[in-house]
């Protein structure tokens, strides 16, 4: 099993940037995909973005397209996820999680039965 750790996120006025940040402990995450996924207040657990193991690919839900960008930075074994142009409707819960059965496999995204507690962004109006 792998422990990450989210981290990044705060209030931001709409049309403002936030960048959220993936953290592997006690083990690297270097040879799995990652995701990111939020969850918004009442509502299910949605897809947000993946990417492999050695960034040669992404994959982004239709909702974030030419908005975020997930990248990744191996040495430091950590997933970043930076968010431009945020709208009241990103307001949501951002959890990360990892395939550790496949460094390349973006989408559907079978991750970790085990999330993290996530990092809250809210985007005021």
């Known amino acids: 099993q792998v422990h990450l750790r989210e981290s990044g996120g705060g209030l931001v006025q709409s049309g403002g940037s936030l960048r959220l940040s993936c953290a592997g402990s006690?083990?690297?995450?270097?040879?799995?995909?990652v995701a990111w996924f939020r969850q918004a207040p009442g509502k299910e657990r949605k897809f947000v973005a993946s990417?492999?193991?050695?960034?040669?690919?992404?994959y982004y839900a239709d909702s974030v397209k030419g908005r975020f960008t997930i990248s990744r930075d191996n040495v430091q074994n950590t997933v970043y996820l930076q968010m431009n142009s945020l709208k009241p409707e990103d307001t949501a819960v951002y959890f990360c999680?990892?395939?550790?059965?496949?460094?390349?496999?973006?989408?559907?995204?079978?991750?970790?039965?085990?999330w993290g507690k996530g990092t809250l962004v809210t985007v005021s109006s």
């Open positions: 999680n990892a395939d550790l059965n496949s460094g390349y496999r973006l989408y559907p995204f079978y991750g970790m039965s085990q």
């Open positions: 006690e083990r690297t995450i270097s040879g799995y995909a």
């Open positions: 990417i492999t193991w050695n960034s040669d690919d992404t």
